[in-house]
Every structure is written in C-alpha cells, then in structure tokens.
C-alpha cells in the first residue's frame, strides 16, 4: 500500500520561499507521474504542478514562473520549491498521483503566507 506524507509547510512571508517534500512508501513511485495539490479554506482542492515519471513538468498558470516541481526515484521523494510567495498561496498541499487517486490523499502540510 502506497502512503503519501508532506511536509515543509511554514508560515512566511509574502516574497519568501519555502521547499515542501512528500515521501512515499513502497517500490513503485518511479513508474508514476506525481502532482502537488492544494486546498484553501472555503475552496475546491486544485492541482498545482506535475511531473512524469521522465521528469516532465507542467504547472498552474497562478504559479507558473514561481513554483518547481521536481522528484528524487532513488529517495521516493517530489519535492515543491516554491517562491515569491503570496498570500493566495495559502493552503494545505498535498502530493498524489496524477491525475490524483482518492485512496492516497495524506494528511498534507499548511502553508500561510501572511505578514
């Protein structure tokens, strides 16, 4: 059973960064395309970036230029570098496949960008 954890979430401040990571158990991470997720309060969950299992990235117009997606096979890691923060950045990120299955969803990690 694949489980999904993140982490790195922070508080911070408009302009700053911050690097999430999400590990994942079992031996078949590097056969999938992984994607970030984020859900606001109030808001539907919505997809932030992707990448395939060749490493291909696509992202959200909000936070193309901003965000980075990238992954470590050897370390059952996706990583989100995220920069030039801003307040609507504010939510709770999750990592899933993608497209995302309902069974992995983990417990996410909150990001606030507030001054």
């Known amino acids: 059973q694949v489980q999904f954890v993140e982490s790195g979430g922070d508080l911070v401040q408009p302009g700053g960064s911050l690097r999430l990571s999400c590990s994942a158990s079992?031996?078949?991470?590097?056969?999938?395309?992984m994607g970030w997720y984020r859900q606001a309060p109030g808001k539907q969950r919505e997809r932030v970036a992707g990448?395939?299992?060749?490493?291909?990235?696509n992202y959200a117009d909000s936070v193309k230029g901003r965000f980075t997606i990238s992954r470590d096979n050897a370390k059952n890691t996706v990583y989100l570098q995220m920069n030039s923060l801003k307040p609507e950045d504010t939510a709770v990120y999750y990592c899933?496949?993608?497209?995302?299955?309902?069974?992995?969803w983990g417990q996410g990690t909150q990001v606030t960008v507030s001054s």
């Open positions: 899933n496949f993608e497209p995302a299955l309902g069974a992995y």
């Open positions: 990448i395939t299992s060749g490493g291909s990235t």
């Open positions: 079992g031996n078949i991470f590097k056969f999938y395309a």
